[in-house]
């Protein structure tokens, strides 16, 4: 008598609003990639193993700085922020959740695309866009509350440029979370070896240790961007627990905030 | 016409599990629904559940957390001492000896002022539940209101009741039971092993103070339970073999009597039977998997496990706890509860917790339900053993009482 359907195409039940912007066809290529980004026991797994810590991070740094209440409904609610390199959109949805309004950006429109696919049924309302932190600055868009740098500057060609251009979307008085991995000996074995080729992790070829960031020189990079760096935090793995936790420990992964005075 | 509503969750059961689920994560700000086939009325109803539960201190903190505790204290028995004694009924072929090994648990060894437990008839726990739920704006009680489909969809779940009206939730719990029809809905297969073994459950009234002792002895056709209740009164789960139990059924009330006390032996003096037999074929059943995209398995629907060692509705306790603790820490993150990058949290807390406590009593029940005499003799060195080493009695009444491992914080210790 009752049945349910595992995946279901409801129309009914897809948008809020009803109203679609997006090609259905284009709609299932990217939903299928969608699906492979929000796996969390596949392709992306650590990702998803260690986003609900740096997203506390980051709302927990948000609320002391923005003095809100993080026990609130939507701690954020008010404040706009910009999540550079997004992806599938781990890092964006939350922050909507969380009552942000979040613009998010990525170079690849695969990327881009895939993210869409899976906001939209979820009526998350996020402003996704193929572009780059220059073009932004270019078309004069922001400045943000809350600027996100996650897993970004050891892709990017100049990291000085870069923080510099990111740091011109920052409203004075607005803040920026940084997280990326430490050049030393540690990192290579653990993010790179340990991750890529032992684990499998992550697609062999992910990262180029040489493009790796060591605190002192984001920090100094972020000074010279003028902002003041106000916290920094390792992220740790702890593989017999399999979990991850915050810690002073920034051999591997770190996390820096910074505020724009 | 279209009548919808939107919670954050939408729970398919409104039994022990299913209401206690409603409460606990409306008491951490989800808004819940609790949908039931049946009407409280019917359900409240002293003939509708005469069994009773097992409550371990550690989910008895659940029901204090929740406020539910004054509520269900005055009706509560509290197990001081447990004995467990390996024996014979008594009968044309046997004086009924017990074995002079058994094992003595006493609360009082683990230095708290605490019970190992309580016993509480499951009524007492249904009142005390709906009457939360009528209190708790957080929770939509529809009952009656049958289930017609429920779809998961990308981005929210659908209930759609017979009555028309829809339901809309990220997540939705399947509390409905061990033979839960949402979970086969959703396609989630189970392990299952049938015992040829039948539980006769009745209530009895006797004329000596139990003085908070339960007691368990392992019978050859299975375990027989004798669990302390309020006003002179005890709980039996008398487990038979299902080819024997239809007899003991049809037995008169005299004749009923006149077994108990075969079995029971002297020490609560004459018993009278107060109430209703109920019989339960014995089953243990354990879902192979206790989430898929925006549906969570708690309780029996989960995992049914043997009611030996009386952990049944500790188990699902736990599971509520766990799963209000796991959805929590999601949401506060901003995470989709009803993905599986949330879901899959629960899974990993609970289902080796549940999966091997079920083995652990499938064997239990294996090893006693027995009268192969190598076999006895094993046991009853096994049974003298931790009858006399202290700290594995402490470990063996922790773990009754489900305090070890990583608990919820419903369920954590105070401090």
């Not at chain 2, 509708?48 to 204090?64: E, M, N, P, Q």
Request: a negative charge; proline letters at 5%; hydrophobic letters at 45%.
């Amino acid at each position: 008598m009752a049945q349910s359907e595992l995946t279901s195409a409801d129309p009914a039940a897809r948008s809020p609003s009803g109203r679609t912007t997006i090609d259905p066809d284009e709609v299932r290529k990217f939903s299928a990639i969608a699906d492979e980004w929000w796996d969390p026991f596949g392709k992306f797994k650590p990702l998803h193993k260690f986003n609900p810590i740096r997203l506390a991070y980051i709302r927990d740094g948000a609320c002391a700085h923005f003095g809100r209440d993080r026990r609130a409904t939507a701690p954020l609610e008010g404040l706009s922020l910009l999540d550079i390199g997004c992806g599938g959109g781990l890092v964006a949805e939350p922050m909507r959740r969380l009552g942000a309004a979040v613009t998010a950006i990525d170079a690849s429109e695969r990327n881009i695309k895939t993210a869409m696919a899976h906001a939209e049924p979820l009526g998350l309302d996020i402003d996704y866009r193929a572009t780059t932190v220059e073009n932004l600055v270019e078309e004069n868009a922001g400045p943000f509350d809350i600027v996100l740098n996650l897993e970004v500057v050891e892709h990017v060609a100049d990291v000085d440029v870069f923080l510099e251009t990111s740091a011109n979307l920052i409203k004075p008085g607005g803040m920026t979370v940084m997280a990326t991995i430490n050049r030393t000996l540690k990192a290579l074995a653990l993010a790179k070896i340990g991750a890529e080729y032992v684990l499998r992790w992550l697609p062999a070829g992910t990262h180029d240790p040489r493009k790796f960031v060591k605190p002192e020189e984001a920090k100094s990079a972020l000074t010279r961007a003028g902002l003041s760096v106000t916290a920094e935090a390792g992220v740790s793995y702890n593989p017999l627990m399999d979990i991850w936790r915050i810690s002073d420990d920034t051999d591997v992964n770190y996390m820096l905030t910074a505020l724009k005075g | 016409m279209s009548d919808i509503q939107n919670f954050d969750i939408v729970i398919i059961g409104g039994g022990p599990a299913g209401g206690l689920a409603g409460l606990a994560l409306a008491a951490q700000g989800f808004s819940c629904a609790v949908v039931d086939a049946m009407d409280p009325a019917e359900m409240r109803a002293a003939p509708f559940d005469g069994r009773t539960s097992a409550i371990s201190y550690a989910s008895a903190r659940v029901f204090k957390r929740l406020g539910l505790w004054d509520a269900m204290a005055p009706e509560a028995e509290a197990i001081r001492d447990i004995l467990v004694t390996d024996g014979r009924a008594k009968s044309r072929f046997s004086d009924g000896t017990v074995s002079r090994f058994f094992l003595h648990f006493d609360s009082r060894e683990l230095g708290e002022d605490q019970p190992l437990g309580w016993i509480i008839e499951n009524r007492v726990i249904r009142d005390a539940l709906f009457d939360a739920i009528a209190a708790e704006d957080g929770v939509t009680l529809f009952a009656p209101a049958r289930r017609a489909a429920t779809k998961f969809n990308p981005g929210e779940a659908v209930v759609d009741l017979a009555d028309g009206r829809r339901l809309c939730a990220k997540l939705v719990i399947a509390a409905d039971g061990r033979h839960s029809a949402l979970r086969a809905e959703a396609g989630i297969k189970t392990n299952e092993w049938r015992y040829n073994q039948t539980g006769i459950v009745a209530t009895v009234a006797h004329e000596r103070p139990h003085e908070g002792f339960a007691q368990e002895f392992f019978l050859p056709s299975g375990p027989f339970a004798i669990l302390p209740m309020t006003n002179n009164r005890s709980s039996l789960v008398w487990t038979e073999r299902t080819a024997a139990a239809p007899a003991y059924m049809a037995l008169n009330d005299k004749a009923f009597r006149i077994e108990i006390e075969n079995r029971f032996g002297p020490y609560l003096g004459p018993v009278t039977p107060a109430g209703p037999r109920w019989s339960y074929p014995l089953a243990f059943t354990l879902a192979q998997t206790y989430v898929a995209p925006r549906l969570a398995l708690i309780g029996d629907a989960a995992h049914a496990v043997h009611p030996i060692a009386g952990q049944g509705y500790n188990l699902g306790i736990k599971d509520i706890a766990a799963l209000t603790d796991v959805l929590a820490e999601g949401r506060d993150v901003g995470l989709d509860i009803g993905a599986l990058t949330v879901l899959q949290n629960y899974q990993r807390w609970r289902r080796f917790d549940s999966a091997s406590l079920a083995l652990g009593t499938d064997l239990l029940n294996r090893l006693f339900s027995n009268d192969f005499g190598p076999l006895r003799f094993a046991r009853d060195i096994g049974m003298g053993a931790v009858g006399r080493v202290k700290p594995l009695r402490a470990f063996f009444m922790r773990q009754a009482g489900a305090d070890l491992g990583a608990l919820p914080s419903l369920m954590a210790r105070e401090g």
